[in-house]
């Protein structure tokens, strides 16, 4: 039996729009079997097809709201990527995604890249400022191997964000933590200007570096897309 692809995005209620749009790209370009929501809402104030599955994560209990990265430039929703591996105690394997990332085009073997071990894959960030050597991943998709995240690196990543403040919270704690158990991503599964350029066409587009990624042609088309014909696309990849 296929092993189902699950995929997570997460977000406070101003971005929900992007949510659903970014969620729509992905089904309508892959053969994601699951797609997760973790929202600071009981129920989500839209109605979703039966792939969305919503998590109501604004009980949370792993980041105190007097934290060091609870609230300052970023929403503490960011944090939740670093918790996955307990939001979804019965996946092993998660894709999570910005809600300003566009699959523009079939994405479906983005789970199949090679973990062999490794806590997470994800794309080399190539303006990082760190030492030589260090593999430092742009977070905006990746690949999160929940079933070793498990082995008490989850809870070393939690209490180091509890910590101390970092500049790109979930990204700088993944980063420095992993180092020696990250797996490459190739670059058109995130491709912005912050990650390496590639010659393959672009699979998934983040505008992580623009202000009026709303008003993209690309963009456009799935936020007017209705999650009916989303579906549609979707069952062709399946």
């Given at each position: ?172 704690a993944m980063s420095y933590l992993c180092q020696g ?30 202000d009026d990624w709303r008003d993209e042609p690309t ?5 007017d897309m209705t999650w009916d014909e989303a579906m ?7």
């Amino acid at each position: 039996m296929a092993r189902v692809k699950h995929a997570a995005y997460c977000g406070t209620r101003n971005v929900y729009g992007d949510m659903e749009t970014a969620a729509k790209s992905l089904i309508a370009n892959s053969d994601v079997g699951r797609v997760h929501f973790l929202i600071e809402d009981a129920t989500f104030p839209r109605e979703l097809p039966d792939i969305v599955e919503c998590h109501d994560v604004s009980g949370q209990a792993w980041f105190p709201e007097d934290g060091p990265n609870y609230s300052h430039g970023w929403t503490w929703m960011t944090l939740m990527r670093a918790v996955l591996c307990y939001v979804l105690p019965d996946v092993d394997a998660v894709l999570s995604l910005d809600t300003d990332t566009i699959a523009v085009r079939d994405c479906s073997v983005a789970w199949d890249v090679p973990l062999d071990g490794c806590y997470f894959a994800a794309t080399h960030e190539k303006w990082a400022d760190c030492r030589p050597g260090l593999m430092y991943c742009n977070m905006g998709v990746a690949l999160h191997n929940l079933a070793q995240l498990r082995d008490g690196k989850a809870d070393e990543i939690i209490d180091a964000l509890n910590r101390q403040r970092m500049g790109w919270p979930d990204q700088d704690a993944m980063s420095y933590l992993c180092q020696g158990f990250i797996a490459p991503m190739p670059p058109e599964y995130n491709a912005c200007p912050w990650t390496d350029d590639t010659h393959e066409p672009d699979r998934i587009v983040h505008y992580a570096a623009r202000d009026d990624w709303r008003d993209e042609p690309t963009v456009a088309k799935y936020r007017d897309m209705t999650w009916d014909e989303a579906m549609r696309l979707h069952g062709s990849h399946l």
